[in-house]
């Protein structure tokens, strides 16, 4: 298939980006008008969609498995339910169910059933819920990425006549020891794979190096940050400090738990200086964490400096790197863990979920600690065949890479020219060099190397434009696949701003640069002139009488 020819606007709203199968995570939703529907949950949309991101809702054949256990459970009328891998996700899935958050789809813990279940070979621990209370339900399945994978349900649903009920457990109290799932020979491969590209062309020296052990595989993303963010309240108690815009999900992690969230969306010099003054007056930080740069406007952190004060004030420093990825930078030099997105660039094809996280040897006084604490309380929930099509996946990893990082830098040059002129309707781009901190971000770029000669910003920009009504005219006429996901084979556009935040505090995120008349778009593998032609021809579009 040559990317370049797939044109998007050939393919149908709610299919996913070709080519088609079932175990796609991405969703074409083409139009400014589809994208406010989605994010106010218009069921006659949803029901449009073939394929969504399984990891918001249980979606294809993960929604066939949880619809199959339902069905063989002594159920009320109305109900459905969601599964887990480990027993831990019903308690603290309970915590956000019942949560005043929750608002008037709130449960009452009465509601919630809780049932065990053994099919092929795997203990799995299932919640039920009225069907109408799904979405406050669910938050470990959507927020903290708990649920299981599609090619899970699609290897468990041929086994479905010899489920074995083994009981209900009222409020959840009592079931019995979880099985999780078995490793196979590409997990190890998969830690061998992480911790080489860790530590190739790193930035700076590093007297230790990751070694498999270090590496730790989770079931997705978030999966990863909810399992650190739970080791790391075992180890210390206050607020997580978070600089900069996170991945939604991320922040409704860190902003419902215990100790709750302390957030310098700007992270700026001035942030990290009234952080410092917070310290000196005795405020407690269990750990700092930040995306470098960041979802979805590429800010970055002075990195070097908040290192300074976790050394001084004795804090963890954790950093997500999804959006440059390994391939382009090196932060051992300053954090305590990196935690990726595996579901991005890693695997670049739209098609397994997957998330790592890889503590740093080199952190003297934070190793032993976390390495204890996380080791001593995880068990495996990757599935070995995710495994296995993400390690296969990423043969071609450096390359794709290489062609995100031309095809970001050339939309994003190509962005900033039209945001110099005042007769434009593009305000400004936000990808280095042209978003805050992004100084910051040399000291980590790896060195240039023959397998990688160019080491750059990753796949990820913002085009800002001056008016909602600005970006919606750019969105409804540009020919690029439109909806969730970053890091794919093809390129996908999103509002995402209007999309995740339009009727959830808009203005307090507004405030730290996240604007709702922001385009975010993740390029692909397509030729740069055809990305170019594209944007400039929805460009010219707009400028023509209606």
């Known amino acids: 298939m040559l990317l370049s020819n797939v044109d998007p606007s050939a393919v149908e709203l709610g299919q996913p980006l070709p080519p088609h199968g079932p175990h796609a995570i991405t969703t074409h939703m083409p139009g400014w008008k589809t994208a406010e529907r989605f994010r106010d949950r218009d069921a006659s949309l949803l029901g449009q969609l073939k394929s969504i991101y399984p990891r918001f809702v249980p979606f294809g054949l993960s929604a066939t498995l949880c619809q199959t256990i339902a069905q063989k459970l002594p159920l009320p009328e109305d109900y459905k339910c969601v599964a887990f891998v480990s027993r831990d996700a019903w308690a603290s899935n309970r915590t956000h169910a019942l949560s005043e958050l929750r608002k008037e789809k709130r449960l009452d813990a009465s509601e919630l059933?809780?049932?065990?279940?053994?099919?092929?070979?795997?203990?799995?621990?299932?919640?039920?819920?009225?069907?109408?209370?799904?979405?406050?339900a669910i938050f470990q399945w959507?927020?903290?990425?708990?649920?299981?994978?599609?090619?899970?349900?699609?290897?468990?649903?041929?086994?479905?006549?010899?489920l074995v009920h083994v009981g209900e457990f009222p409020?959840?109290?009592?079931?019995?020891?979880?099985?999780?799932?078995?490793?196979?020979?590409?997990?190890?491969?998969?830690?061998?794979?992480?911790?080489?590209?860790?530590?190739?062309?790193c930035a700076s020296e590093h007297e230790k190096s990751v070694g498999e052990d270090d590496v730790f595989l989770f079931q997705t993303g978030m999966a990863g940050i909810t399992r650190l963010h739970e080791a790391i309240k075992r180890l210390r108690a206050g607020p997580t400090v978070v600089f900069g815009p996170v991945f939604h999900s991320t922040y409704h992690l860190f902003a419902e738990s215990e100790g709750g969230i302390r957030h310098y969306g700007r992270a700026g010099e001035s942030d990290i200086d009234d952080f410092e003054k917070f310290l000196s007056q005795g405020g407690s930080c269990a750990y700092v964490f930040t995306e470098f740069p960041s979802n979805p406007i590429l800010v970055s952190v002075d990195?070097?400096?908040?290192?300074?004060?976790?050394?001084?004030?004795?804090?963890?420093?954790?950093a997500d790197d999804t959006c440059a990825s390994f391939a382009n930078v090196d932060l051992l030099?300053?954090?305590?863990?990196?935690?990726?997105?595996?579901?991005?660039?890693?695997?670049?094809?739209?098609?397994?979920?997957?998330?790592?996280?890889?503590?740093?040897p080199n952190s003297e006084r934070a190793y032993p600690a976390l390495k204890q604490a996380v080791s001593s309380h995880y068990h495996n929930e990757l599935f070995d065949g995710d495994a296995a099509h993400l390690l296969s996946n990423n043969k071609d990893y450096l390359a794709r890479c290489a062609i995100h990082n031309r095809n970001a830098a050339a939309l994003a040059s190509y962005f900033h020219s039209h945001a110099l002129d005042p007769a434009s309707p593009v305000a400004r781009v936000w990808y280095p060099p042209y978003s805050p901190g992004s100084g910051h971000l040399g000291a980590f770029l790896r060195k240039p190397a023959a397998e990688y000669p160019a080491p750059g910003y990753g796949c990820l920009l913002s085009v800002e434009f001056e008016t909602v009504e600005r970006a919606a005219a750019f969105y409804d006429a540009v020919n690029l696949f439109q909806g969730p996901h970053l890091g794919a084979h093809l390129t996908i556009a999103m509002p995402y701003n209007f999309m995740v935040y339009g009727k959830d505090d808009p203005e307090l995120h507004a405030a730290y640069g996240l604007k709702p008349q922001q385009i975010r778009i993740s390029v692909g593998l397509e030729d740069e002139e055809v990305l170019l032609g594209r944007c400039a021809e929805a460009l010219k579009r707009m400028a023509e009488p209606a």
């Open 303 to 318: 990195l070097m400096r908040l290192r300074q004060l976790a050394d001084k004030y004795d804090f963890f420093l954790i």
């Open 142 to 162: 959507h927020h903290g990425g708990l649920g299981f994978s599609t090619r899970v349900a699609e290897a468990f649903l041929p086994h479905a006549d010899s």
């Open 333 to 360: 030099s300053a954090a305590d863990v990196v935690v990726t997105s595996l579901t991005k660039a890693f695997s670049g094809y739209a098609d397994v979920m997957a998330g790592s996280m890889v503590l740093n």
């Open 171 to 201: 409020d959840g109290v009592g079931a019995p020891e979880p099985t999780f799932l078995s490793e196979g020979p590409s997990h190890r491969a998969l830690r061998g794979r992480i911790a080489s590209l860790v530590m190739r062309a």
């Open 113 to 136: 059933r809780y049932h065990v279940v053994d099919l092929a070979g795997v203990r799995l621990f299932v919640v039920a819920f009225p069907r109408l209370k799904a979405d406050a």
